[in-house]
């Protein structure tokens, strides 16, 4: 795994937190998924991206 995947995964691991906390909207977490993806261009993170990584509960 290179750098950009790294700082992709942990960075988005981190707003996947503040999405369950409800500091973010669904809406909000989608915008910045796509810019993340965008700046970093991760390999492996592609895989999920039609995938939600969170489920309401």
């Given at each position: 795994m290179n750098q950009n995947e790294t700082t992709y995964l942990v960075t988005m691991k981190l707003f996947q937190k503040m999405l369950k906390?409800?500091?973010?909207?669904?809406?909000?977490?989608?915008?910045?998924?796509?810019?993340?993806?965008?700046?970093?261009?991760?390999?492996?993170?592609?895989?999920?991206?039609?995938?939600p990584l969170t489920y309401p509960r």
């Open positions: 906390n409800g500091l973010l909207t669904a809406e909000e977490y989608a915008v910045i998924d796509t810019k993340m993806r965008a700046k970093y261009r991760p390999k492996i993170g592609t895989l999920f991206t039609g995938n």
